[in-house]
């Protein structure tokens, strides 16, 4: 049974949805791609799970999630989506080294569009990927949410020691 619930966090409201045995979705307000599912309102433990880990994350004393996720998608899509799951928190890769890490070395749009799709962002790091140049690119949730990501992960928005 799917559950879905608005999750207050620094980057806005985030649509939390659950189908009972994994987190399946992660939507921000007026994001670029995908809505949300029609669900009942409410919780359940892998939503209570998500909340606990993602307060932790933008309290800056989390920097891996450890969540069940089952992300709907293409084979292609998977592969990018696992990828992302690779990416050290803090640090960032570019659509071309994706590509190559599974295999596509000249799929760098086809990444790119993977990258976009990404139904759970945040937990699978999708706002790490930048262009090959070192430039901020496109993010489904937004350019200022994606900065506000890469800038709480190196520790700019947190005193020095924290």
């Known amino acids: 049974m799917t559950v879905v619930y608005v999750h207050e966090s620094p980057v806005g409201p985030l649509t939390l949805v659950s189908d009972g045995a994994a987190l399946a979705g992660v939507y921000f307000e007026s994001q670029k791609h995908g809505s949300p599912p029609a669900g009942p309102l409410g919780?359940?433990?892998i939503i209570d799970a998500a909340r606990k880990q993602l307060d932790s994350y933008f309290a800056g004393k989390r920097k891996s999630f450890d969540?069940?996720?089952r992300p709907l998608g293409t084979a292609f899509q998977t592969r990018v989506w696992n990828a992302l799951t690779k990416i050290p928190y803090g640090e960032t890769t570019s659509y071309g080294a994706i590509a190559a890490s599974?295999?596509?070395p000249?799929?760098?749009r086809a990444v790119g569009a993977a990258n976009g799709r990404n139904p759970i962002p945040v937990i699978i790091p999708c706002h790490r990927v930048i262009g090959a140049n070192g430039s901020l690119t496109g993010?489904?949730?937004?350019m200022a949410r994606k900065e506000l990501l890469l800038d709480l992960e190196r520790g700019a928005l947190f005193p020095a020691g924290r």
């Open 43 to 45: 919780t359940d433990k």
């Open 102 to 104: 599974i295999g596509s």
């Open 139 to 142: 993010f489904g949730g937004g």
């Open 106 to 108: 000249k799929a760098v």
């Open 67 to 69: 969540l069940p996720l």
